[in-house]
């Protein structure tokens, strides 16, 4: 399951797919599910103003993908990518503020989302045999989340 949240840890849109499907690969499709309404009238908003995305997200395509629309992104890279990169200078340890300390709250909203699916058991477990039934069981979830 393939997972996208508001700042407040809600759902906004979600992409299932077989456990040996590389995440990379599915990051377009959960940007592209993306559709969050605006009060009054007006064209559905699509463009997510940041995102936080973990080690599977992180690819060049992704980073220059996000670069290219204006969207500002938080993706750590692995290790395999970091290798061809000169070591990090060490420097002090500086307190989070401003943007970095936002960053680090909505990370932590992202895993609170995560987390409030964990504590649907069906959804943990993966009782959903069909990707019909496994959808209908996420949505089921994700519906106190916004009430």
């Known amino acids: 399951m393939h997972l996208a949240c508001a700042g407040l840890g809600r759902t906004l849109a979600f992409v299932l797919c077989?456990?040996?499907?590389?995440?990379?690969?599915?990051?377009?499709?959960?940007?592209?599910?993306?559709?969050?309404e605006r009060p009054g009238s007006g064209r559905l908003r699509v463009r997510p103003d940041h995102v936080i995305a973990d080690k599977g997200y992180s690819s060049k395509a992704i980073r220059a993908d996000l670069r290219r629309?204006?969207?500002?992104?938080?993706?750590?890279?692995r290790a395999d990518q970091q290798a061809g990169?000169?070591?990090?200078?060490?420097?002090?340890?500086?307190?989070?503020?401003?943007d970095r300390q936002a960053a680090l709250q909505a990370l932590q909203r992202r895993r609170t989302c995560f987390n409030r699916?964990?504590?649907c058991r069906s959804v943990?477990?993966?009782y959903g045999k069909t990707a019909t039934s496994c959808r209908a069981t996420v949505t089921i979830a994700a519906l106190p989340q916004w009430l």
Request: net charge positive.
């Open 117 to 119: 699916f964990k504590q």
């Open 124 to 126: 943990a477990t993966r």
């Open 85 to 98: 990169q000169p070591p990090p200078t060490r420097q002090p340890r500086r307190p989070a503020t401003g």
């Open 69 to 77: 629309r204006g969207i500002g992104h938080t993706i750590p890279e």
């Open 18 to 36: 077989g456990g040996n499907v590389n995440d990379c690969s599915r990051f377009i499709h959960v940007m592209a599910a993306i559709r969050v």
